[in-house]
């Protein structure tokens, strides 16, 4: 079992198996929102070369896949921005409906 795993009775994918987030077996889904799998011989090869790497290298690694994370998430609210719009959904009230769950009265 990966430790980044998180163990849940839930059926997130609509597969019908529960057990871990997104897992299946001998694979792991990489991306959530689209349950990409990858075997987890494939996700542990990719952890040790990360461990093996310097600490110049990793934290490189981590500002690209910072960078690539926010332009992905971007990307999403983007879209997510024009689907409300279509559905005739404002800036203002997405702004109103967060603070409103941020604080409520």
Known sequence: MLPLLAADSRDFDGSGETGFIGAKEGHVCVNV???????EAVVRGILQQIERLSDEDR???SIRLAERQEDEWKAEAEMARRAAGEMGITQAAI???VNDVRHPT
């Open 95 to 97: 702004d109103q409906a």
């Open 33 to 39: 929102w689209r349950c990409e799998y990858v075997s």
């Open 59 to 61: 934290l490189d690694l």
